[in-house]
């Protein structure tokens, strides 16, 4: 049955004395992680620092060395700290060894976006679950935590592991941001568990209530419906998002009206919350414009006008021309733009759909000057898309 529960008294003691159900899963301490990216490594340390054994694979033999000699340089805060503190954390290239290593296996690799339909290239998930299938593994618990289109655990992922004895798939995605995982996914609102079976779940609870430093909401439910939860959420935010820049630009266009005044007591009323209420450019990043197409795609392939996503992205994209069209005006003779990742202060470099960087190039394609000042790494990514449009300054330390 599904459910949404917090941590509990009863709970905590059971996890403390290592009372947890173990008809399927051998070996509560050891975890297994395939794929060892920003995510799936930040997952493996934090897991590590409340005592997990963890194993993770990955296919860069130089990589894997740079993890185990503990050599490994990230910008994602804490990863570092954790590594060099870390006592129970191996990574290796062989899938078999870390197959063989636990019965509980959190799958976090890349599903990139695509222009189809189903906006997630699952092919490399879909490959990784066939050798999985090859081993014929057995009393598995198979817990997909990268971001798939609604229908994939059904359609594709179960028909992939068919040969895999009393093993169950489930998926698990994180609600995290780049440049803040480890706090993210140490301190969640809520956890996400789309449970294969009772007893996936159990372990998947288990884990989180002791590595969370917090008491989030532990939501229990389908995979079918975890899948559609996952885009939700993002579709949810980027709607809000998108609201409060259209209140901004209702204000500006209003003399005398103050968009932060408005929006600051729109977000006083609780049914509203000012979380994601700020005016300012629009969203951008790796995960929120392509969720919030996903969902609208889901939508349509099953019969629903999704109204509210596609309106959502027209949205956003008319807040840049707005925000361009605002500084046309003002005729300046140059234009210069500090911090363009995808979102403000963010310590690793993501240009993906960055809102500053569209409204930058509306300007240039308009003719007018505009400087990029940045950090080194982060020009260096912006000359490689746009390369002579704008003029790269180093901006100083």
């Known amino acids: 049955m599904s459910a949404c529960r917090s941590l509990t008294v009863t709970g905590l003691f059971l996890l403390f ?11 509560d301490n050891n975890i297994s992680i395939l794929g060892l990216g920003r995510l799936g490594f930040c997952t493996a340390l934090c897991l590590e620092k409340v005592g997990y054994n963890v194993l993770g694979v990955d296919i860069l033999p130089s990589y894997i060395d ?8 990230s910008p994602e805060p804490f990863v570092e700290e954790y590594l060099k503190a870390s006592k129970n954390l191996r ?12 019965d509980t296996y959190l799958i976090i690799i ?3 976006s695509t222009p189809s339909k189903e906006a997630y290239d699952h092919s490399a998930l879909s490959r990784l679950l066939a050798e999985i299938n090859k081993r014929r593994v057995k009393n598995k618990h198979v817990v997909i935590c990268c971001t798939i289109f609604p229908g994939y655990i059904k359609n594709v992922a179960r028909l992939l592991l068919k040969d895999c004895e009393n093993t169950s798939v489930s998926y698990n995605p994180e609600f995290i941001a780049q440049g803040c995982i480890v706090s993210w996914f140490e301190k969640p609102d809520m956890v996400l568990i789309g449970e294969g079976s009772k ?3 159990d372990r998947l609870e288990a884990i989180y209530r002791r590595m969370c430093t917090n008491e989030p909401r532990i939501c229990r439910m389908s995979p079918e419906s975890a899948e559609i939860t996952k885009l939700s959420v993002n579709c949810f935010i980027t709607t809000k998002i998108a609201y409060a820049n259209m209140v901004s630009d209702i204000a500006d266009a209003t003399p005398g009206a103050n968009k932060y005044d408005i929006l600051r007591a729109v977000g006083e009323d609780k049914r509203v919350g000012t979380k994601c209420l700020n005016p300012g450019y629009g969203f951008g990043g790796p995960c929120f414009p392509r969720d919030n197409r996903a969902l609208g795609s889901y939508a349509q392939m099953i019969g629903i006008e999704p109204i509210i996503p596609q309106a959502t992205d027209k949205s956003n994209a008319q807040h840049a021309q707005l925000m361009a069209q605002r500084l046309l005006e003002q005729n300046l003779a140059e234009y210069a733009f500090t911090d363009v990742n995808y979102k403000d202060k963010c310590p690793v470099v993501i240009l993906e759909e960055s809102q500053k ?20 790494a982060v020009l260096e990514e912006v000359k490689q898309k746009f390369g002579n449009l704008f003029v790269y300054e180093t901006l100083a330390a």
């Open 110 to 112: 890349a599903t990139p």
């Open 91 to 102: 990574a290796t290239t062989s899938l078999d060894e870390v197959l063989n290593f636990s």
């Open 66 to 73: 740079q993890i185990n000699n503990k050599t490994l340089r």
């Open 199 to 201: 007893a996936a779940g």
């Open 17 to 27: 004395f290592g009372i947890m159900r173990s008809d399927i899963v051998k070996n």
């Open 357 to 376: 960087l569209a409204v930058a190039e509306i300007l240039a394609k308009a003719g007018k000057n505009v400087i990029i000042r940045d950090r080194i």
